[in-house]
Structure formats: structure tokens, C-alpha cells
């Protein structure tokens, strides 16, 4: 899906990067931000998430791996997450990108699965400025998030649910799957965020009967321990601005 827009702050929402980043297996993350402008443009990368680790073992701490670029006017960088932070290790991060000096940009994301010959690609999101400051956390005004496409079916298909806290104040987010006649197909989860905090599950984990303390399935099933299987579609609830998220299915290596 194309933009229509650009923004000064981009959001790339799934980094991995390492030899166990994606689901144990190896992958890495390339950055695509184009100029659409006359005009070159300063961008500042900062790199967050619950499990930064440099590759000698020392942990880092959420947004601290910062990098600064500049982007010719009409021009666009590609670089992958080594390329940008060095040598790093990370399989539940994120990515903002602030355009500090010039009118704006535009962004795109490449995961490569590298011993599985699969890539998936997602369009960065965006803040402009007139929603600067609910991105940083000063709205308490509820929000919603939704997917049109929910499914988990035992071992053939997973939904991996990804949410990020943007803004600088806990949230309390509420995760729900509804099914094709519009009724609950599980009870709804819920899951309280840190500023800058990360969340990743897969959904037959999230809505299963003992990962949220839910009394099973409604309209889904559950299977072997208490797993969720369903599909219809998710809605995520947050009680303050500043949460945004992804979804990515899947099924078994090599299929």
C-alpha cells in the first residue's frame, strides 16, 4: 500500500536482527526512508525494545542506540539495522525515525528470513505534528487499534500480535478476537505497557484459557493445553494514546 502522506516521525514496528531474532531462527532487517522533497532532510534513528543486546552479551537499554542521517533532496537511504547500530542483537525491537531538520519523510521495512528464502515487507508508520503530543503520551483519551485478519489453527498457522508503547506513561491495553458474526471468540486479554515497552505473542497463547487468567474459549476452540484456535479478527484497546502495533502470520519453516 502506498502513501499518500509523509511524516516527521516514522515508526518501523518489527526489527530482527541476529542469528535467533525471528522465532529462533536468523534474520535481519533492512530501513528504506525516501525524500519526497526539494530539499535534503536530517533524520535521527533511535533504536528501542524490551531485549536490545550487543553481540559481546551486554544489554542496552531501550532507545539508547541512537544514529543520525541525511538524505538528499528526492533521495533515499537503504541500510540494514547492523548497518546503522553495528553490531547488534535484537528479536522484539522497534525503530523511530524523527526528521529534526526538513519537511518530512516516507518509509518501508524488508525482513529477510535468511534460511528460509522469506521476506515480508511493512510500510512505517507516522505521526505528524498536529498529533505530536498525544504521541507522546499527554492525551488519556482511549484509543483503538484493529486487524481485519485474526487466525490460529494448532501448528499450520500462527498470528504474531505486536504492540509498542510510544508514549512516556503506562498504558493499559486490551486485546480482543472477534469472530465473523461479530461475537467474542475468546475472553479479552489484557496487558499493562511501560513507556517504550514492546509486547509480542502469538494469539493462540494470548487468548488460550490460562495466559490472561480467561475462563476459554467463547467462540474459538481450545486445543491440547488449553490453546486457542479460531479466526476472525482482533481489536486492541488503550486507555492513553501513543500505542501502536502489527500483526504477522505465519505457519512452520519451509512451508
Do not use: W
Not at 498529533?131 to 500462527?158: H, T
Amino acid at each position: 500500500m502506498a502513501f499518500t502522506e509523509q511524516g516527521r516521525r516514522l515508526v518501523f514496528t518489527r526489527v530482527f536482527e541476529g542469528t535467533t531474532a525471528f522465532r529462533g531462527r536468523p534474520a535481519s532487517t533492512i530501513l528504506s526512508v525516501a525524500n519526497p522533497n526539494e530539499e535534503s532532510i536530517d533524520l535521527t534513528f533511535k533504536l528501542g525494545g524490551m531485549d536490545q543486546m550487543m553481540a559481546s552479551g551486554a544489554r542496552s537499554s531501550p532507545l539508547t542506540s541512537t544514529q543520525n542521517r541525511t538524505v538528499p533532496g528526492k533521495g533515499r537511504i537503504l541500510e540494514s539495522i547492523s548497518d546503522i547500530f553495528g553490531d547488534v542483537e535484537v528479536s522484539s525491537g522497534y525503530v523511530e525515525v524523527d526528521v529534526i531538520e526538513g519537511v518530512g519523510a516516507i518509509g518501508f521495512e524488508l525482513v529477510s528470513l535468511v534460511n528460509d528464502s522469506t521476506i515480508f515487507g511493512l510500510n512505517a508508520g507516522f505521526q505528524q505534528d498536529s498529533q505530536g503530543l498525544e504521541l507522546q503520551g499527554s492525551s488519556e483519551e482511549k484509543i483503538e487499534l484493529f486487524s481485519a485478519q485474526l487466525a490460529s489453527q494448532a501448528s499450520d498457522l500462527y498470528t504474531s500480535i505486536n504492540l509498542i508503547n510510544l508514549s512516556s506513561s503506562l498504558r493499559t491495553v486490551t486485546m480482543t478476537s472477534v469472530g465473523d458474526d461479530g461475537n467474542n471468540l475468546a475472553d479479552p486479554a489484557e496487558i499493562t505497557m511501560r513507556p517504550g515497552g514492546v509486547f509480542q505473542g502469538d494469539a493462540a497463547e494470548i487468548f488460550s484459557s490460562t495466559s490472561s487468567g480467561s475462563n476459554g474459549a467463547v467462540g474459538g476452540t481450545l486445543q491440547g493445553e488449553d490453546r486457542f484456535e479460531g479466526v476472525g479478527s482482533l481489536r486492541v484497546r488503550a486507555n492513553g494514546a501513543g500505542v501502536v502495533g502489527d500483526v504477522v502470520f505465519g505457519g512452520p519453516p519451509g512451508e
